[in-house]
């Protein structure tokens, strides 16, 4: 009987200095040795590992991608208005021995980072107003967030990966009285908007107007100087006949008259011997 009891201690003490000795690091775990306080090593492959015995401490954090969901907070905007905020992030353990300096644990860390996080969202949309920040691009005001997070959370041994608003609404005592300004306000930016198209609109007929006007114009005064150039062109034609043959260009002016003046079925009731009709009849000039 003893030398099974003397068996079942000793192995009892194995396993326990084997425990003491070794451990185990998994794959989604980076490890952090510590002797006596101070940092020996760190450990981020995973695998069967050993240290001293009482000497030396094994921190073991989390190689996985973390999530921080923050308590809803309120956040004033540019024009004053009160917003209730609530947001989350997703960061992870770069240099753990940073973090155990610095934070130690991962509730230590999320509570840190929920003050950076929180300040950084703060600063963004105080400088915006509710307009900008309910219609605009949110998602730029979550990258500048996140990379003002990132580079406060480097000292914690941590890298931010995203930012991101869950919610951001008024209190509910100021909600109405809000969306009816902002409502107000559209209505006058749409106003004045239309007012701006209309004047537009105006300006662009009276230009045209103009235009066409000047167009006109210019195409009557060249249209009277061509045919003042005809007529001019015409009269020398005429006085370079008459001068030639004055009784030929009487007859070619008088031959006009008639095409002008007896059309089809135009009855006029004069005497032949008018001088007017002196080529009519027989034909000779009388």
């Known amino acids: 009987m003893k030398p099974t009891i ?3 201690v000793v192995l009892v003490l194995a396993a326990m200095a084997m425990e003491a000795i070794f451990f185990v690091v998994d794959e989604r775990e980076q490890v952090v040795v510590t002797r006596l306080g101070e940092p020996m090593r760190i450990i981020q492959s995973p695998g069967l ?4 015995p009482f000497i030396e401490q094994v921190h073991v954090f989390s190689d996985r991608l973390l999530y921080s969901d923050a308590d809803p ?4 905007t540019l024009d004053k208005k009160n917003l209730i905020v609530d947001n989350f992030a997703r960061w992870r353990i770069v240099d753990p021995l940073k973090f155990l300096k610095s934070v130690q644990t991962t509730l230590g860390a ?3 980072l929920d003050d ?3 300040a950084a969202v703060r600063e963004e949309l105080g400088k915006r107003t ?3 920040i309910v219609s605009g691009n949110r998602d730029e005001i979550m990258d500048k967030v996140t990379e003002r997070s990132r580079e406060d959370a480097e000292q914690l041994g941590i890298e931010v990966l995203d930012v991101r608003i869950k919610r951001a609404d008024l209190p509910e005592e100021n909600k109405k009285n809000v969306f009816d300004r902002m409502r107000a306000e559209r209505a006058r930016q749409a106003k004045e908007y239309r007012a701006e198209g209309k004047e537009a609109a105006t300006k662009i007929r009276a230009e045209t107007d103009l235009t066409v006007t000047r167009l006109k114009s210019n195409a009557f005064q060249k249209a009277q100087l061509t045919r003042g150039e005809g007529d001019a062109e015409a009269l ?3 006085a370079d006949a008459f001068q030639k043959d004055p009784k030929f260009y009487e007859f070619q002016r008088t031959l006009e008259a008639y095409e002008k003046t007896l059309g089809e079925g135009t009855v006029i009731v004069l005497p032949l011997s008018t001088e007017f009709f002196q080529y009519l009849g027989t034909g000779k000039k009388k």
């Open 116 to 118: 950076m996080i929180y």
């Open 73 to 76: 907070a309120p956040i004033y």
């Open 6 to 8: 003397i068996l079942i």
């Open 130 to 132: 509710l307009t900008e």
């Open 110 to 112: 999320q509570s840190r």
């Open 236 to 238: 020398g034609i005429y």
């Open 49 to 52: 590992k050993h240290k001293v």
